[in-house]
């Protein structure tokens, strides 16, 4: 068994990682890119204003060709690739594409 239900992971996503102590108290962000991505960068400024704009949210942006084993654990298809994770770092949301600021603020968990 992988740990993951229904496409999801079961439990704290970044578990073990180097950003599990960077969860945001209400929500975290993570942004899973590739290096040549240029939505990439557009779903690293809407997401980076998001967090800085908004209280409790984190942004953690994470190079998947540099994690390979952490993309494959996560069931990474493409990028980019955004996770929205409620205060326990539980996944709430998943999205794949470069995503507008309506967006992104229509799915975080209530404060």
């Known amino acids: 068994m992988d740990g993951r239900v229904d496409g999801r992971v079961d439990g704290p996503v970044l578990a073990g990682t180097p950003w ?3 969860l945001g108290g209400r929500a ?4 899973l890119s590739s290096a040549f991505c240029a939505p990439c960068r557009a779903t690293r400024r809407v997401l980076a204003g998001v967090a800085a704009g ?3 949210v984190a942004h953690v942006e994470i190079d ?4 390979l084993e ?3 654990r996560l069931g990474i298809a493409r990028t980019p690739t955004t996770l ?3 205060a ?3 996944e709430v949301v998943r999205a794949e594409g470069a995503p507008t600021r309506e967006q992104v603020l229509a ?3 209530a404060p």
Do not use: E, I
Not at 64 to 67: E, G, N, V
């Open 20 to 22: 599990a102590d960077l």
């Open 28 to 31: 975290t962000l993570v942004q």
């Open 54 to 56: 908004t209280t409790g």
């Open 64 to 67: 998947a060709d540099q994690h």
């Open 70 to 72: 952490l993309t494959r």
């Open 84 to 86: 929205v994770l409620d």
């Open 88 to 90: 326990a770092g539980h």
């Open 107 to 109: 799915v975080l968990p």
